[in-house]
């Protein structure tokens, strides 16, 4: 058995690397160690080094799809006739090594979340729908995995043409309840509900104890993302943002209730400091100043297993990335999640019966922030027992989306 995985090419995005680890886990306590998973990588050299024995745990490195040329072309034609970006573009064929990858799987799987959204621009959503079309015309059985989904309702030309290649999947699995309602409301009906597959993410130890500032107070974890600033409006906001953050980590430390711990969850493996929590994290604890050396910060190079282990240690947790949150309450960790997307807002209404422990991102500031914290503190033993009955049942219900595909896989057979 061979199953190609759609929706992912890069681990720099730990909460990419853990649907792949999680999701290849699950496959194979369930269908057994001859599964074999196809992960699409831009860089395998660097990947694979974050997963050294991921060959030995099924997974086969192959070259990430090209992004078609005409798709790129279509997406510039747009800006003179604004009226094609209304309208569904060619569908472009994928390039020959994924044709052929495709070809040697028995089904494929589109995985990565949230990438049937409007989150990450046209272009994408068109790539990866695209993708999952040709996919189909090859023959392959197609299953949406542990998805959220759009919302598409801010532009409704984009909204049909997404019903009815959601209706062309062979099976859908949804990670949260919203997404549920929401597919049913457009008329896309086989939608299953699940949960994440990280919340099966299997921690891996690691000596993380020297990047604790010294004392022997709790620990409390901190994962801030350059995404937030994007939900300020100018430079001045932005900066007042960051501003306030830096505040708070300043007031945590001369409370000293707690040590202060920095959690990077995405970081590109080249290096590069677009999108990374690490650079970004480390300009805020340099306006620090002489204080800096009392906030400890993990290296941007521990995997996704080991930053669960880490994260499972902490006291508390305030994140921005989605799967750093899922981390922390997989592990019965009290968390608040910065939410800016249906995801995190889905998650902890499903989970918790309500969104209390959601900070919508254009609301972080000092007081925020500092609210948060009181109430992780206030609410900390009923957190626990909420997550202590709940996750188990989570992590059972995270094989919904193997049952779905083995359902797909016995029509084929």
């Not at 999952?132 to 919302?151: C, D, F, H, M, Y």
């Not at 300043?250 to 590109?268: A, F, I, M, Q, T």
């Amino acid at each position: 058995m061979k199953l190609y995985l759609a929706g992912q090419n890069n681990f720099g995005n730990r909460g990419c690397e853990a649907l792949v680890r999680s999701t290849t886990w699950m496959l194979r306590q369930r269908m057994g160690n001859d599964v074999k998973v196809v992960c699409p990588s831009f860089r395998p050299d660097l990947d694979g080094p974050q997963w050294p024995d991921a060959k030995a745990n099924g997974i086969e490195f192959t070259q990430a799809p090209v992004l078609p040329d005409g798709l790129v072309w279509w997406w510039r034609a747009g800006k003179i006739l604004p009226f094609l970006r209304n309208s569904k573009p060619p569908l472009f064929d994928t390039d020959a090594n994924s044709r052929a990858r495709v070809a040697e799987s028995d089904a494929v799987i589109m995985t990565g979340g949230d990438v049937i959204s409007l989150d990450y621009g046209l272009v994408s959503l068109y790539e990866w729908s695209g993708f999952i079309e040709n996919a189909a015309r090859q023959g392959k059985k197609t299953v949406l995995w542990a998805a959220s989904v759009g919302p598409f309702k801010a532009n409704a030309a984009v909204e049909k043409i997404m019903v009815d290649h959601l209706n062309a999947y062979d099976a859908i699995t949804v990670r949260e309840t919203e997404t549920l309602a929401y597919l049913r409301g457009i008329g896309v009906n086989k939608s299953v509900l699940v949960a994440d597959p990280a919340f099966n993410l299997q921690p891996q130890a690691v000596d993380f104890e020297k990047y604790l500032p010294p004392g022997d107070q709790p620990v409390l974890g901190l994962n801030v993302s350059p995404l937030i600033r994007k939900f300020r409006p100018t430079p001045e906001a932005v900066e007042s943002l960051d501003a306030d953050v830096v505040r708070f980590i300043e007031k945590l430390v001369d409370e000293g209730k707690y040590r202060v711990l920095l959690v990077p969850h995405v970081d590109p493996l080249d290096g590069v400091a677009e999108n990374s929590d690490s650079h970004y994290m480390r300009g805020l604890k340099a306006r620090l100043g002489d204080k800096a050396n009392k906030v400890g910060m993990l290296p941007p190079t521990f995997n996704a297993s080991q930053l669960k282990h880490v994260i499972s240690k902490l006291a508390g947790f305030i994140g921005a990335r989605t799967h750093a949150t899922i981390a922390a309450m997989s592990m019965g960790v009290p968390c608040i999640s910065i939410a800016y997307s249906v995801k995190a807002k889905g998650l902890n209404k499903d989970l918790f019966g309500n969104t209390r422990y959601v900070l919508e991102t254009p609301k972080v500031s000092l007081a925020t922030l500092c609210d948060a914290v009181a109430l992780l503190e206030q609410d900390d033993a009923v957190i626990r027992a909420c997550l202590a009955d709940r996750i188990p049942v989570w992590r059972k219900n995270a094989f919904g989306s193997i049952d779905a595909l083995q359902q797909v896989l016995a029509v084929t057979a």
